[in-house]
């Protein structure tokens, strides 16, 4: 069928905005009209030319729509239900075995590799000037599209009473901020949060810190809008660190340092400040890292007591039973969400990455025609 799709090809910076043709479905696949996308900063990474990401390619891993067709062994999903699109699976090794399918032991290939695991993928570009395959299946959706397919396993039903077009982001990126407090932390009442960067993720744990009964929740960034923001949500304090040195602040208003410490910068200074000021037995969760593969230096001797260091992928959730709760959370008005949101029109995408790249929007969703 042909579809409008954004594109990422070699030598141009932008995404172009092409019509493809999309494969037909195989037994296990869903068919999604999408409505609307959430934009990633795994999206830019993917996008830059340092990426490890195949070209051309069509990104886009928050996707939520419309189920329009089903393959002949789809069990769970009929045509008309919503769903919101989440990160590939395989649904066969030991982790998802183990209802633990952030951590699939297949995990990069399946999300990252862009083609299916037979090598193919379900796009093609027809056009004179670029003619021939055009990479897919990034997060097992590529939704930077007008259609997507999926596989059932990562199409996750949700209640049609939900506002479709702002759920797509939960898939990732709030997903993975919540998850990381609710699923990973496990946070109680009356323990501390330090969240190093107020993104759409440092906020989403924010909220879901608030939300757990936490008694303290401190924010750290440099960008004032968004601490602001933070304040609003359920932090207790923001530190702005253009001009105060985080540690030392959380070290003073704490006096013996947090119980918990969420880095979602990947940035090597930071990721060493959240270890920092931990109290003993506190733990320290990076959700994401440098893509250079650079290394940490980890203070051995101070993690003697009982101080935890764990790396969390998509808040370690298992999205069948999460995202459905994230939603009932939203529309109990206990997790609002949409206060991180602000919508383009699927053209503007290339706007949209700018300005998540210049820290002016939090969650840009692109609305599809």
Known sequence: MHIRAAVARDGNPALSLEDLELGPLRPND????????GVCHTDLKSASALSPVPRPVVLGHEGAGVVEQVGSAVRKLVPGDHVVLTFAFCGQCRSCQEAEPAYCYHQWPLNFGCRRPDGTTPLRAEAVENPGPVHGDFFGQSAFATHAIAEERN??????????????????GIQ???????????????????????????LSAIMAARLSGASRII??????????????LGADEAIDVNDT????????????GVDFALDTTGVLPVMREAIDVLAPRGTCGFVTGPWDRRELPVPVHQLL?????????????????????????????????DRLVSFYPFDAINQAFHDVEAGTAIKPILRMP
Request: charged share 25%.
């Open 305 to 337: 007591l009982g101080r935890k260091i764990r790396g969390i992928v998509e808040g370690n959730s298992n999205p069948d039973l999460f995202i459905p709760r994230l939603v009932d959370f939203f529309l109990q008005g206990r997790f609002p969400f």
């Open 155 to 172: 199409a996750i039903k949700v209640r049609r009473d939900a506002p479709l077009e702002l759920l797509g982001p939960l898939g990732c």
């Open 219 to 232: 924010a750290v960034d440099r960008h004032r809008h968004r601490l602001e923001l933070a304040r609003e």
């Open 245 to 256: 040195p985080a540690t030392a602040e959380i070290m003073r208003l704490t006096g013996e």
């Open 176 to 202: 993975t901020g919540a998850g990381a407090v609710l699923n990973d932390f496990a946070l109680r009442p009356g323990q501390s949060l330090a969240v190093f960067g107020t993104g759409s993720l440092g």
């Open 30 to 37: 869903v068919l999604v009209r999408i409505v609307a996308t």
